[in-house]
């Protein structure tokens, strides 16, 4: 029975009608009647109709296919159809029919709250729509790879374990170590700016960690950043990298996942466009302009953009944007003064950048050049609160052969829930960790 075991993905091929072949997967929804059933299966590449009849197969397999329960793992063999009817346009004429575990009546049926799947998510990661997601999630990051990879990048990983902050105190997760307290990593950065010096060009996937109090449909505790680290770059050259990066990952996902992106409801005209479009690049200042112009919102010019600004702001846009030169005094300590901004720009900017998604899915990647000036790295340092001697390994990278370098983050989950177009960030990683929720 074992011999000719295909995907059901290769069954729905077409190559197969009126051979014989075997199927092994999950029963997905399952009827019968007297003398026939009715029991679709699935398995990871795809869902495939099969039907039993009482006159075709041994007694006991009979009882068998309508015994099993949704979620019973098994193993059919049969013969291929072609059927107009059936999902997918074919059918499987059941010979044999072997139930490998019996399920239990499964918890998860249809019309649940978000709060029961969630609690239910080693359950419902079988479902259609986290496995089309989980299916993307693999292309975007595998794209990474590629883009940097293609590029002669080096993938450098770093610890996860670091005694610093890099991204502000407020948010770091305290982990116990031994007699000592470290935290986890919020950015591989500090330790990227140390490895340039060795490959220059350097890229990693990893988790990232923040203790982020906000409940949104953005944030995360857990997530995945992919960054890179460049030598010899200026914060503009890096932000085209970006550009660059993303368009790769929207055209491998256009490749590898049209039938996961209709069946989140992506869109997936809009995504092919965009690829070939030019993505603007815009100051801060501008984006204030444009916000009380346009959208009728004030900022004082100093002030970060909050989420709900930046929403305003991508409401002009239908391509992602990227906003250069934020104020000095908002910026994490190690983005460095661009002396050369408009003269009209009312206070000092950052040699920095942000890349905003367009409908609301907020910021996709920050980033900047890196400060070389160990006293100006100091009094930032000492304006954010932090002990200066837990940065002096910092500080011997601007000691030793100091150099230009730039490097931007991109965070995975941002980037998954825009491309599949999620309602929530949650959907968009297996297993989510928040302010709520730790489990399972
Ligand atoms: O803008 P951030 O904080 O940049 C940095 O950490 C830099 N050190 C990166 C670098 O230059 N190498 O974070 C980068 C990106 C954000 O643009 C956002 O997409 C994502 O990481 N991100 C989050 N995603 C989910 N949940 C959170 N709590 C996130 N915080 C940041
Ligand atoms: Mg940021």
Known sequence: MESNILQISEVLSGDHVDNEVSIRGWIHRTRSSGKIAFVTIRDSSGIIQTVTEKVNVDEDDFKDA???????????????????????????????????????KYPITRDQSEEFLRENRHLWLRSRKLTSIMK?????????H??????????????ILTPSACEGGATLF??????????????????????????????DVAPTFRAEKSKTSRHLTE?????????????????????????????????RNRPELEFLGGNIS??????DDQWPTITYTEALDMLSKRSGVDIRWGKDLRTIEEDKLME?????????QY??????????????????????????????????????????????????????????????????????????????????????????SWICNLENIKDSIPFPRTLTRFTP
């Open 327 to 416: 104020p000095k005094e908002v910026m994490a300590f190690y983005k460095p003064v661009e002396e050369e901004a408009d003269a009209s720009v009312p206070g000092p900017v950052a040699k920095c950048f942000d890349m905003l998604a367009p409908k609301g899915y907020g910021e996709l990647i920050g980033g900047s050049e890196r400060d070389t000036d160990v006293k100006s790295l100091i009094a930032a340092l000492e304006n954010e609160g932090e002990n200066v001697s837990n940065y002096e390994w910092y500080l011997d990278l601007r000691r030793y052969g100091s150099i230009q370098h730039s490097g931007y983050g991109l965070g995975v989950e941002r980037l998954v």
């Open 174 to 203: 305290e982990v116990k170590y031994f007699d000592n307290v470290t935290y986890l990593t919020q950015s591989w950065q500090l330790y990227a700016e140390a490895a340039i010096f060795a490959l220059e060009k350097i890229y």
């Open 146 to 159: 590629d883009f940097f990879r293609g590029r002669g990048y080096y993938e450098f990983t770093p610890p």
């Open 136 to 144: 993307v999630r693999s292309t975007i990051t595998g794209a990474i």
């Open 316 to 324: 002009h846009f239908e391509t992602p944007v990227v906003v250069i």
């Open 223 to 255: 997530f995945w950043m992919a960054e890179m680290e460049a030598a010899w770059a200026g914060y503009r050259e890096v932000s085209e990298i970006g550009k660059d990066e993303i368009k790769f990952i929207i055209n491998e996902v256009l490749e």
């Open 270 to 275: 809009e995504l092919e466009a965009m690829v």
């Open 66 to 104: 309508r015994k099993g329960l949704v979620e019973s793992s098994v193993m059919l063999t049969g013969l291929v159809h072609e059927d107009a009817r059936a999902p997918g346009g074919f059918e499987l004429s059941v010979s044999k029919f072997r139930v490998i575990n019996f399920a239990e």
